[in-house]
């Protein structure tokens, strides 16, 4: 049952991809394609940490 079930997937794995992530004309590849990797989430952790012990600027607080 988990091989046919397996084989199903396989089969539809275009279809489930466009399901999940649909892209239309105002779908940001970039962002989309950044989401999905993971050394892109290491160095924004990174980030993020670092940001937080020396101090973010608030958005609120940006001249504008």
Not at 5 to 11: P, V
Not at 46 to 58: D, L, P, Q, S
């Given at each position: ?10 089969a ?16 940001d ?15 924004y ?20």
């Amino acid at each position: 049952m988990k091989i046919e079930s397996l084989r199903e997937a396989k089969a539809k794995l275009g279809q489930i991809v466009r399901e999940l992530l649909p892209v239309t004309d105002e779908t940001d590849l970039e962002s989309l394609l950044l989401a999905q990797r993971q050394d892109f989430w290491e160095i924004y952790d990174r980030a993020h940490k670092e940001g937080t012990k020396k101090g973010f600027t608030k958005l609120e607080d940006l001249p504008g």
